[in-house]
Nanobody
Framework: QMQLVESGGGSAQPGGSLRLSCLMTETVFVSMAWYCQDPGKERELVASISRGGTPTFYADSVKGRFTITRDDAKNLVYLQMDNLKPEDTAVYYC?????????WGQGAQVTVSS
C-alpha cells in the first residue's frame, strides 16, 4: 500500500525559500503533484510533473517562484519554493496529479511571515 511522506516544511520570511520532499514507498509511473490546503478550504493543485520530468504545470500563483522535480530512482518528488509570500502559508501534500488518489500523507506545514 502506497504511503506518502512529506517533509521539509517550516517557517520562512517573505522572500525566503523552502524545499519540500515527498517520499513514496513504492516506485511510481504516473504524473505526480503538490497540493496545498488552508484550514476550511479544499486542496488546490500547486504544481505537477509528468513521468520522466516533463512537462510540468504550475498554478498561476506560484509560476516563476516554485519548481517541481522528481527523482524516480529514489522515489522522491520535490517542491523548491523561492520568493515565498505570506499567501503561500498552507499545508502542502503530494499525490497523483490525476485519477484516484492514494491515501493522503500528513502534509508539510509551510508558514511565511515576517
Amino acid at each position: 500500500q502506497m504511503q506518502l511522506v512529506e517533509s521539509g516544511g517550516g517557517s520562512a520570511q517573505p522572500g525566503g525559500s523552502l524545499r519540500l520532499s515527498c517520499l513514496m514507498t513504492e516506485t511510481v509511473f504516473v504524473s505526480m503533484a503538490w497540493y496545498c490546503q488552508d484550514p476550511g478550504k479544499e486542496r488546490e493543485l500547486v504544481a505537477s510533473i509528468s513521468r520522466g520530468g516533463t512537462p510540468t504545470f504550475y498554478a498561476d500563483s506560484v509560476k516563476g517562484r516554485f519548481t517541481i522535480t522528481r527523482d524516480d530512482a529514489k522515489n522522491l518528488v520535490y517542491l523548491q519554493m523561492d520568493n515565498l509570500k505570506p499567501e503561500d502559508t498552507a499545508v502542502y501534500y503530494c499525490n497523483k496529479a490525476s485519477g484516484k488518489m492514494w491515501a493522503w500523507g500528513q502534509g508539510a506545514q509551510v508558514t511565511v511571515s515576517s
